[in-house]
């Protein structure tokens, strides 16, 4: 167990839906990652923030946003979903979030399946 | 940008027997280097890391490292695999040098190991 929550665990919505995926960092991290895994594409880095600042940006697509609220969770927003957005959706958590020595911690992931 | 090669896709071994994972990344500065493990059904686990000092590192379960600055790779050895190392492995590098703190993963190999 890394410390790491993600909930749901699995989720099952339809084309246009929007959903949203929460993240509870592991205690004392002040930054969270949100990836991507997807059989096409591996992992992903989509978007961190860093103490409820956003600190850096990856694949995510417009679609996509995602948030880090004062008691440091996160949610990662996916909207006008689409087939190719299915994938397993990981948050990782550190305690620093920029330069140097960055060790993440992984959460179980959320399953995303989109009909 | 970026990016991380590992050059197996899926490798398929007995017990006992010796396993090296090819990972190369094409960034020429400093470089955090990680080699994390996703068990089946499982979320990713820190298997090894390298920020400085020996490039030779010894992570968990038996894993080791090696850095070759020259290369630019850092393979993933193990001297006798087990069935309980069937997994997928995923190389990763954190650039030092840049402002991001996220990690770009290569795209993983799966190891399949037959009792």
């Known amino acids: 167990d890394s410390g790491v929550t993600q909930t749901p665990k699995h989720l099952i919505t339809a084309t246009g839906q929007r959903v949203t995926l929460r993240c509870s960092p592991r205690s004392g991290d002040l930054s969270v990652y949100w990836y991507q895994q997807s059989l096409d594409q591996g992992l992903q880095f989509l978007i961190q923030y860093y103490n409820g600042e956003e600190r850096a940006k990856g694949n995510i697509l417009e679609r996509f946003s995602a948030q880090q609220f004062p008691d440091l969770h996160s949610e990662l927003n996916l909207s006008s979903l689409e087939l190719g957005d299915s994938a397993l959706y990981f948050c990782?958590?550190?305690?620093?979030?920029?330069?140097?020595?960055?060790?993440?911690?992984f959460g179980p992931g959320t399953r995303l399946t989109v009909l | 940008a970026q990016s991380v090669s590992q050059h197996n896709h899926h490798v398929i071994l007995s017990e006992a027997a010796s396993l090296e994972l090819g990972c190369n990344y094409s960034?020429?500065?400093?470089?955090?280097l990680f080699w994390y493990v996703q068990y089946p059904g499982q979320h990713l686990q820190l298997l090894l890391k390298y920020f400085s000092g020996d490039p030779l590192v010894k992570g968990i379960k038996g894993f080791e490292a090696e850095f070759i600055k020259s290369k630019f790779s850092f393979n993933l050895r193990k001297p006798s695999v087990q069935w309980s190392d069937t997994a997928e492995y995923f190389c990763?590098?954190?650039?030092?040098?840049?402002?991001?703190?996220?990690?770009?993963f290569g795209k993983g190999t799966k190891l399949s190991v037959k009792p």
């Open positions: 960034y020429g500065g400093t470089v955090n």
């Open positions: 990782a958590s550190s305690v620093e979030g920029g330069w140097g020595y960055n060790e993440q911690f």
């Open positions: 990763a590098v954190n650039d030092y040098g840049g402002s991001q703190g996220n990690l770009i």
